[in-house]
């Protein structure tokens, strides 16, 4: 059965501090995967990663993802109280999302 | 669209009455997925849809949940005689074809009394 299980699935942080959520996958037909954050209802977009070993930057936040190993890591660094949320990692075969459990990440002041 | 949009944004039904819950994915889109999200939960997964095909429709929980597309566009997802386990945000989501990101609606809220 294919699954997606994000680790930890909470963290409490203070304002500055890196962070590093994981994301490992058993999926069939592998295609990407994708990270999204949830503040309220719905999931915004962040990163998709197809190939090994490539990091994606968005300002403070990067991804890479490891297609041997099986799994892919978000950094946020610098954290701000705005980066408190829930961040979903979604893994895409040939047709559907297969999305984790999500970590919600606390950030105190 | 702009966007994708979920109507209604909030339902409150009564026990044992029929829901329709209606997606408008992005214009041009022609992967769309429902998954309904729990208090508390993950995203867990309903349907996807390739055109007005359901390839795979495995999430769905029971055969109360039906869902249908028509013209590669708008879906509606139909929950009848429903449950209060049925309470939940219904979100949608639309993808290129392709290896591409999907976007998420702001989703339905189902409270069933």
């Known amino acids: 059965e294919d699954k997606v299980v994000q680790s930890p699935l909470s963290l409490v942080v203070h304002e500055g501090d890196t962070v590093t959520l994981n994301c490992s996958y058993e999926v069939t037909n592998f295609r990407s995967l994708l990270w999204y954050k949830q503040e309220k209802k719905a999931p915004t977009f962040l990163f998709m990663l197809?190939?090994?070993?490539i990091e994606k930057k968005s300002g403070r936040l990067s991804s890479i993802l490891d297609k041997k190993e099986l799994f892919s890591i978000l950094n946020i660094t610098a954290t701000q109280t705005g980066d408190s949320a829930v961040y979903l990692c979604a893994v895409g075969n040939t047709g559907k999302l297969i999305f984790g459990q999500g970590t919600t990440l606390q950030v105190k002041p | 669209g702009a966007g994708v949009s979920q109507s209604p944004s909030n339902k409150v039904t009564e026990k044992g009455k029929d829901v329709e819950l209606r997606c408008d994915p992005i214009s041009g889109h022609t992967a769309l997925y429902w998954y309904r999200q729990s208090l508390g939960q993950g995203l867990e997964f309903l349907i996807y849809?390739?055109?007005?095909?359901?390839?795979?429709k495995s999430g769905l929980p029971s055969d109360r949940f039906s869902a249908e597309r028509t013209g590669g566009s708008v879906s509606t997802l139909t929950i009848q005689r429903t449950q209060q386990e049925d309470s939940a945000v219904y979100l949608c989501?639309?993808?290129?074809?392709?290896?591409?990101?999907?976007?998420f609606g702001q989703g339905t809220r189902l409270t069933v009394v």
């Open positions: 197809t190939s090994s070993g």
């Open positions: 989501a639309s993808r290129l074809q392709g290896y591409t990101e999907a976007f």
């Open positions: 849809f390739q055109g007005n095909s359901a390839p795979d």
